[in-house]
């Protein structure tokens, strides 16, 4: 695994083109720019590295030895409530994990779905269980052997079927899988966009080229792909058909020996979806100062956007922040963006109730 491969996993954490594959055209779209500022929150954490946000909590994912998810209250000043699971290989450990953005509330209370992406596992785990019994309380548990290749982001849909991108070192070449567990039958995304000659990439090469932020609408109806390396957003159908794609006009012909990340732009950081938008942190930078960055823990230059989407194709609002975003979380109800600027040592807040989309 090179050096790019592990700082995508760490953080695993404009005028557009919208092309709707049906009609094979591009059209610009009008979107409005809102500045904004937050305020510091949560001043005495410093090692969260992603954030998730569901019925009121904010999962914290804590970057500490053992890593760890805070859950905060937002109905109560954030106030920490404790945390859940830790990595090891003891009892109650795992190998690895990561909250997926998926999220159920069910008769134990509210719950949210996170990846082992080392263990090979799917578990749904109960937060209130989960902080009373000082323990992770697991409602629902998958294993997904290494051979499907779905050990990032991983969603349950029903009976067994699971969608998903795929992990570092998967055999399959495709964006997004659909898989059967039970029958082992599985279909697949188109690849796109297309690089010339990518059949010649080792499976860490083509992790990197393809990696992406995946996020499943609530209804499980639709998924938006934002990419890491590319300057596109795809929107895709359960059935994995392709329904639009955001990207730069006018977008290049790439093939695999023009991929020399030392020269490369990284884009999208992060995906977060609701029943009405979807949410996607961007940043355009090059990839010396994104290794820079990420060495020494300071932001030059620290301004990102979180452009907003509906789920039919349409760039609605680009929110400028003066952050460097490495996660976020929505909470839509309250009009509440809650931003983790990590190489800043920043966890912000900011009031969203005057943007167009809210209006």
Known sequence: MNIT???????????????????GSSQVILFETTLLQGKEILTDEYGIISVNFFGG????ALNDNPLSY????????????GTIGRIGNGPDEWKGFYATGQHKKTGLGHSFWVVDPIGYKLRLVNIEQSLHKGVPVVEEEYSLHPKYGLNQYTFRMDSG????????GAIDRTRLKKLDIATELSSHSELIPTVNGIERADPSDFYEIYFDYLGMKPDKTKFASAMFLFDRLD???????????FVEKPEANYSLKDFNFDNKTFHYRSVKVTDNFIY????????????????SKISTSPKSEIRIFNWEGQLLEVLEVPYNVMSFAIDEKNHLLYIIDYYNEKNIKINISNISIYK
Do not use: H, M
């Open 280 to 295: 996607a942190a961007y940043r355009k930078q090059k990839f010396t100062e994104f290794i820079d960055e990420a060495d």
């Open 5 to 23: 491969s592990q700082y995508i996993i760490f953080t695993s954490l404009l005028i557009f083109s919208c092309t709707s594959p049906s009609e």
């Open 235 to 245: 929107i895709f159908n359960a059935d994995l058909t392709l329904v639009n794609s």
């Open 57 to 60: 909590f904010l999962i914290a």
């Open 161 to 168: 079927v699971f969608i998903g991108n795929l992990g570092l």
């Open 70 to 81: 805070a859950i905060y209250d937002t109905r109560d000043s954030l106030k920490k409530l």
